[in-house]
């Protein structure tokens, strides 16, 4: 049967207290410790520290006992020494408001990215040679001094605003403008105005919407956005290798043949590259220039005006011109002429008739020369002669 003593409680224990232990090492014999050889054992290990460590109270310290424990805790504040930091960080000397900071990179300075270098570098390059999943724009463009130096394997294009609904594929000019961008719309080769032609539509865009326009380079058909290039407007089969230009009858089309009649104006846009029904390829050139020498009309003639550049002329009054080369002579001085044909000769029958016609007679000689021999006639041309200068 147990036994329970019931002792005195002291309120302040000294350390030169006595109290019973049980010892581990003497096997757990009951034996009398003083408090003071328990207080003299100190602490094995505190933050790291071994052996006998001393806690004590001090300015900025503060020990306060919380039951069993002992809480320590920190007041007040003060300085230290500077901080060292490597660049791009910054230090300084230690205070309650001291500041450890980094600067923002720079041309020449190392440091951080700010919210805008991040979103402009972040994930465009997977790595070196890799690939770009996003625009990359130099600084200051439009009017950047910046430029890329290398190849290209791929269309050049320019974003635009469409002037009407526009489909992929549609061949379209310079309309107008809106600030510093440029408007088009499908191009016309019988419409001056509506001509040269700059390039493709890339994707379809309605009107008043940005679109991208493809003027040098491939332009590709795919799946979810097909390019056919097995007829051209006109409904004409085309295939590999096949020119094609600017369409006089679809506005924004592009035909095999080049467009006919005087008033067409011709412009090679391209070739095709892959002649399929979805997945066709055109390769564009020949962008903003229609040929210098438009088309001709039947039977006239381009003859140069007052600025030096050709016209487009029909021959009149007293002859005309076929379109199988033959000029017909109508009428000299009021009387009806020979016709000479484009390449023939000029025998003594032909000549005798449109002299006999003019003047009534036949002259009794013709001659065909230089004009070098011409101007050495001695003693000068003959008045009986009809001189023919080539």
């Known amino acids: 049967m147990a036994i329970n003593y019931t002792y005195p409680v002291k309120g302040s224990p000294s350390i030169n207290d006595e109290f019973l232990i049980i010892d581990s090492e003497d096997s757990n014999a009951t034996k009398q410790v003083v408090i003071s050889s328990v207080l003299n054992l100190g602490v094995t290990s ?82 070196a040679g890799g690939t770009v999943s996003g625009n990359v724009t130099l600084d200051g463009w439009q009017e950047s001094p910046y430029e890329f130096r ?64 493809v003027t040098a380079g491939n332009i590709y058909g795919s799946g979810p956005s097909p390019l056919d290039t097995t007829i051209d407007s006109d409904g004409i089969a085309i295939t590999f290798g096949d020119t094609l230009y600017v369409s006089s009858t679809i506005p924004g089309g592009f035909v095999k043949n080049a467009p006919q009649g005087e008033n067409a104006l011709i412009q090679n846009i391209g070739k095709v590259v892959r002649s399929q029904a979805i997945n066709g390829i055109i390769k564009v050139g020949g962008a903003g220039r229609t040929n210098a020498t438009p088309n001709l009309g039947s039977g006239r003639v381009f003859v140069g005006n007052s600025t030096n550049q050709s016209q487009s002329r029909a021959i009149s009054g007293d002859a005309t011109l076929s379109n199988t080369g033959a000029l017909t002579v109508t009428s000299v001085g009021g009387s009806t002429a020979a016709n000479v044909a484009s390449g023939a000769a000029l025998g003594a029958t032909s000549l005798q008739k449109i002299v006999n016609n003019l003047y009534g007679y036949s002259l009794l000689r013709f001659e065909v020369l230089s004009q070098a021999n011409y101007n050495d006639l001695t003693p000068g041309p003959d008045p009986d002669t009809i001189y023919f200068i080539v």
């Open 46 to 127: 505190f933050n790291t520290l071994t052996g006998a460590v001393t806690i004590t109270a001090g300015d900025n310290v503060t020990l306060t006992t919380v039951g069993n424990n002992i809480e320590i805790s920190a007041t007040g504040g003060g300085s230290g020494s500077a901080i060292t930091a490597t660049a791009p960080l910054t230090g300084g000397v230690i205070t309650t408001s001291g500041v450890v900071g980094i600067t923002q990179s720079s041309v020449d300075t190392d440091g951080y990215l700010s919210k805008v270098d991040w979103a402009t570098f972040n994930n465009k390059f997977s790595s």
């Open 150 to 213: 290398g190849d290209l394997d791929g269309a050049m294009r320019f974003t635009a605003v469409a002037g009407e609904n526009l489909s992929k594929g549609d061949i379209v000019y310079l309309s107008n403008n809106s600030g510093d961008t440029v408007i088009v719309s499908k191009a016309d080769a019988s419409n001056e105005s509506m001509m040269p032609a700059f390039g493709f539509v890339l994707s379809s865009a309605t009107s008043g919407n940005g679109v991208q326009i």
